[in-house]
């Protein structure tokens, strides 16, 4: 049988210190990454709806500057279905 000698048990908690300590901190670099992210998506999906946002507003001005809007016409245009009677 083999025989174990006795260890220093500070060795082992500082390496275990240290390990957690790594851990922590590659955790934290993940989530200063994922929020860098999330803040691009985000920036891009702002940018995306402001854009969107003025191409309608730009659209209704020139809809309004034509004598009416797009969307009155089109109903105007529409025939009422008739109505079926049934006895």
Known sequence: MKEF???SRSAPRRDSGQRAGDIFTA???RAQQLKKQM???SAAADANTARLRALRLEKERQD???GGSGATE???ARKKSARRVVD
């Open 39 to 41: 803040a691009a998506a």
């Open 64 to 66: 309004a500057e034509a």
């Open 5 to 7: 000698l006795p260890t």
């Open 27 to 29: 955790s934290d670099t």
């Open 74 to 76: 089109a109903k105007k």
